[in-house]
């Protein structure tokens, strides 16, 4: 059984009274005080996320660009350097392998984050597609923390903190560190990206300032209620991009890996993932399954009573319309609700 990892700042999480749990093979807090007043700090203050499971690979050379257009969903050439770009990693059928965060450091360095369980997968994968491309590939995951420090006055914290400001998907570097207009709550903020032995002071000081710890449960809650897609939840490798609903993350004007097969499925009717937003008390989880008319239709890939709107949501990959009535089974219950569109927040 292999041993989990830890972020250089686990034994902060854990003098803080974090509760830690496994999370794709690492240990890392769940929450330090409890998830509904955690999501609140980020909502209406500032929080700060130990997210350095996170990984970083680096891509460069003179084919960068056409390398990773083809690896990617989306076209680099409309790309320019302080750029970030999310995009999905497909397999040749077209089925997500992860989504990513694609950084243009220059016109020929780039930067992918992938989530923390598909950084080898993602690594191999690029590898073994490079043939015929002037590129070098380097996994640093090893090297580099990332805090994501989000909420209305995040923006503030990072013009003290590193006297900056980054727009919504851009990015800024100084030095080694790298700063970009990006996050997975849904709210104003930014992550930080830089070696390892600095990962303490930038936390501390963030922390000193008033960013109030936020762990991966209120991460959760903050990133559903905005409709945002979990790697290997809402996605396990067998869906594709279009069935995510996330279309827009694709440029169909560039071939790339997948996207035969993309066209082949647009071409027929597929179930999408939708929202489901209950209308009874109760609160959902993954897995629950989800009955039209009588009959399971499908099964939840997420959901949560939201802090925000106090009640349950959740998302389930759906052939129905907007506005038809479900019920979700808890335990026994089926709980009333309907489809809707995506963001409940």
């Known amino acids: 059984m292999m041993s989990l990892r830890q972020t250089p700042?686990?034994?902060?999480?854990?003098?803080?009274?974090?509760?830690?749990?496994?999370?794709?093979?690492?240990e890392m807090p769940i929450q330090y005080t409890s998830i509904l007043s955690e999501h609140k700090s980020v909502r209406e203050n500032v929080g700060i996320f130990d997210v350095s499971h996170m990984g970083q690979i680096f891509v460069q050379g003179k084919d960068t660009v056409d390398f990773l257009s083809y690896v990617t969903t989306w076209d680099m050439k409309r790309q320019k350097k302080?750029?970030?770009?999310?995009?999905?990693?497909?397999?040749?059928?077209?089925?997500?392998i992860d989504d990513t965060i694609v950084y243009t450091l220059s016109d020929s360095d780039y930067m992918l984050v992938p989530n923390?369980?598909?950084?080898?997968?993602?690594?191999?994968?690029?590898?073994?597609?490079?043939?015929g491309f002037d590129v070098s590939l380097e996994n640093r995951s090893n090297d580099y923390f990332c805090l994501a420090?989000?909420?209305?006055?995040?923006?503030?914290?990072?013009g003290q903190h590193?006297?900056?400001?980054?727009?919504?998907?851009?990015?800024?570097?100084?030095?080694?560190t790298i700063v970009s207009g990006t996050g997975y709550t849904g709210e104003k903020g930014c992550e930080i990206?830089?070696?390892?032995?600095?990962?303490?002071?930038?936390?501390?000081?963030?922390?000193?300032?008033?960013?109030?710890?936020?762990?991966?449960?209120?991460?959760?809650?903050?990133?559903?209620?905005?409709?945002?897609?979990?790697?290997?939840?809402?996605f396990d490798g067998s869906q594709t991009t279009v069935e995510t609903g996330y279309s827009w993350v694709i440029d169909w004007d560039h071939d790339f890996i997948g996207k035969t097969s993309l066209l082949e499925i647009k071409k027929r009717n597929y179930s999408k993932l939708k929202g489901?937003?209950?209308?009874?008390?109760?609160?959902?989880?993954?897995?629950?399954?989800?009955?039209?008319?009588?009959?399971?239709?499908?099964?939840?890939?997420?959901?949560?009573?939201?802090?925000?709107?106090?009640?349950g949501i959740g998302m389930a990959y759906l052939d129905l319309d907007i506005g038809e009535?479900?019920?979700?089974?808890?335990?026994?219950?089926?709980?009333?609700?309907?489809?809707?569109?995506?963001?409940?927040?």
């Open 149 to 158: 420090l989000q909420g209305p006055e995040a923006p503030r914290l990072l």
């Open 82 to 96: 302080g750029d970030c770009r999310y995009c999905h990693i497909l397999n040749k059928d077209g089925t997500i």
């Open 162 to 176: 590193l006297n900056t400001t980054v727009g919504s998907f851009q990015l800024v570097i100084f030095g080694e």
């Open 116 to 131: 923390a369980s598909r950084v080898d997968k993602i690594y191999d994968w690029l590898l073994s597609n490079k043939s």
């Open 276 to 311: 489901i937003l209950i209308e009874d008390r109760g609160i959902i989880r993954p897995g629950n399954s989800v009955f039209y008319q009588g009959e399971k239709v499908s099964s939840l890939t997420s959901g949560t009573l939201s802090p925000s709107i106090r009640k």
């Open 193 to 234: 990206i830089g070696p390892l032995s600095e990962v303490i002071d930038h936390w501390e000081a963030l922390v000193e300032m008033g960013a109030v710890p936020i762990g991966l449960g209120a991460r959760d809650t903050l990133r559903l209620e905005k409709g945002y897609l979990l790697s290997g939840q809402d």
């Open 325 to 345: 009535p479900v019920t979700v089974e808890v335990r026994g219950n089926h709980l009333n609700g309907h489809v809707v569109r995506m963001p409940f927040l």
């Open 9 to 26: 700042l686990f034994n902060h999480h854990k003098e803080s009274g974090a509760k830690i749990v496994d999370f794709a093979g690492w």
